[in-house]
């Protein structure tokens, strides 16, 4: 089950997550106006990075050479790891014992999928 379409998907994630970390990072901003709150930098990037991703899914759904319908269902929960990363990085979050719990929750489901898919 591994090949091109799980990488491809796994960049699709990391696009995605980049694209909620450009939105939570404009929703920390204050802004003059309601105008510029929408129309800014980091939420037009972010919503472009987020249509992006969507297109890689969408590529990756194939049933016949890419990962189907279920591979990329198994693959989606990828992103709440990599934003998890993030947010440590980028906003200095703490990482919580759950939180690794449900990362290796989310691994073990992946690794059952793809073994015995």
Known sequence: MINKFFFLMLLAELIAS??????????????????????????????????????????????KKALGYMGVVVMEPVGYIIVMIMSRIFFKEKISARKLVGVV??????????VLG
């Open 18 to 63: 980049t694209s909620q970390v450009l939105l939570k990072k404009s929703a920390e901003k204050n802004y003059p106006n309601i105008v510029r709150e929408y129309l800014n930098a980091l939420v037009i990037g972010g919503y472009m990075l987020l249509v992006l991703s969507m297109v890689i899914s969408i590529f990756c759904y194939d049933e």
């Open 105 to 114: 929750l989310i691994l073990s489901g992946i690794a059952v999928f793809n």
